[in-house]
């Protein structure tokens, strides 16, 4: 994924919750767990988008023997 799509991404997401806090009417604890809740998955989606999680789908447990 390039740089520049990767901010374009960042832009979308943040004029998208932006209009939703601006525009929609809702209680403030909602507004801010939605906001927490975008903002982890967009630094879990940053970290892998550079390769510092990997989500393969398989978990690895090492055998003691």
């Known amino acids: 994924m390039s740089l520049i799509s990767l901010v374009v991404t960042l832009i979308i997401i943040g ?4 209009l939703v806090n601006t ?6 604890k909602i507004k801010k767990i939605l906001n927490i809740v975008v ?3 967009v630094v879990l ?5 550079f390769g510092i999680l990997n989500f393969s789908g398989t978990i690895q447990v090492q055998r003691i023997q």
């Open 23 to 28: 525009y929609i009417p809702m209680d403030g």
């Open 15 to 18: 004029v998208l919750l932006w």
């Open 45 to 49: 989606w940053l970290l892998s988008a």
């Open 39 to 41: 903002f982890i998955c």
